[in-house]
């Protein structure tokens, strides 16, 4: 499903979100830990697991070549934790019906790069968020990383702004669809400055890379309210580059050691680091625990008749307009963003890194 897992990524950008894997996984996951990874293929993540000293591990994914890689890449490995294999698709199949001996036996279940393409329907998103809950016991979390929407978004509106501010000789009704940087080009699918809550296609090409990667925008305000329905609290969502300054001691490091030029000789991320690792968020969910106390709360979002009109994309983030936020280096402050899918509420944020 996605170009990132067929080979182990050598350039900048793919360098970047490997590391952030890994600083992720480092942070996150503790020893014998059962932990159930979302479309597992490709086998980058196995050395990662071990590392973390995991106890048993269940790997998904919806193509017997992914589950062949991610097999053979175990087997490479000196088989310190115990593993199991499943060829399903989290965003289509029921789970449940398939390992009902694995229900509720996972700490964690992460989802480290498909996310996004379940937003292609509702259905697809529900779906995989139930999934995620039969599988957690309570206390568990499901964790991973996708594209920031909100960022990609911001971007976006402000090529659209730009090109309204020029000489009345433009076309009218006519918009650009390409986000460019020295980085990467984004191209949504169809020129519109209005979009549904799913299904939103772009393609991201990275320079260098021979093909593109298709992807869908989250809409974070439906991926917190779907995820609720299906009995997961909200606990954060965080663009990598806060990320990155929460946990700055052991991903600079990381960084610094990459053999590549990613940050500076002060462990600062440089401006093309920045602008890549900004197009990334970390997201973080919790199946309560009805015996812990006291449970995390999910913020209740104002109800939204949820027609297709750009004004309505605006409504969850300017409830949140009066909410201090951090700075995010270079986009400026969150509030002061057009973006319609913000990063959650800043008042829920972790003060601390995990």
């Not at 350039?11 to 942070?27: C, F, G, P």
């Not at 970390?282 to 750009?310: C, R, S």
């Amino acid at each position: 499903m996605s170009q990132l897992a067929t080979q182990r990524p050598e350039s900048a950008h793919h360098r970047l979100y490997d590391l952030a894997k890994t600083a992720l996984i480092k942070i996150f996951v503790h020893p014998y830990a059962t932990v159930c990874e979302l479309y597992c293929g490709g086998g980058l993540e196995a050395e990662r697991w071990e590392e973390a000293q995991i106890g048993h591990y269940i790997g998904i994914d919806e193509s017997s070549s992914g589950i062949s890689e991610r097999r053979e890449a175990w087997e490479s490995l000196r088989k310190v934790y115990t593993t199991d294999f499943f060829e399903l698709d989290p965003c289509t199949d029921d789970i449940g019906q398939h390992l009902q001996e694995k229900m509720n036996q996972a700490d964690l279940v992460s989802c480290l790069q498909h996310l996004q393409l379940c937003f292609e329907t509702e259905e697809k998103a529900r779906k995989l968020l139930h999934n995620v809950s039969s599988l957690l016991k309570p206390g568990g979390y499901f964790f991973g990383i996708t594209p920031d929407s909100s960022t990609i978004w911001a971007k976006y509106q402000k090529n659209v702004e730009a090109y309204h501010n020029r000489s009345g000789s433009m076309k009218p009704g006519i918009v650009p669809n390409c986000i460019r940087s020295e980085s990467y080009v984004i191209t949504f699918e169809v020129e519109e400055e209005k979009f549904p809550l799913f299904g939103k296609r772009y393609q991201l090409k990275f320079a260098g890379d021979t093909s593109a990667e298709t992807h869908c925008l989250v809409h974070f305000p439906s991926l917190i309210r779907l995820a609720r329905e299906a009995g997961l609290e909200y606990v954060e969502i965080q663009n990598l580059t806060e990320f990155f300054d929460d946990n700055r001691a052991q991903f600079a490091g990381m960084l610094m050691n990459s053999g590549l030029n990613l940050v500076d000789p002060r462990g600062r991320l440089l401006p093309r680091s920045f602008d890549i690792l900004g197009l990334y968020t970390t997201f973080i969910f919790q199946k309560p625990n009805p015996d812990a106390a006291p449970p995390l709360m999910t913020p209740v979002l104002p109800e939204v008749t949820y027609i297709n009109d750009e004004a309505d994309w605006f409504d969850w983030r300017e409830e949140e307009a009066t909410a201090p936020a951090e700075p995010l280096g270079g986009l400026g402050k969150i509030t002061e963003q057009k973006g319609i899918l913000g990063p959650g509420p800043p008042e829920l944020r972790f003060p601390e890194a995990l």
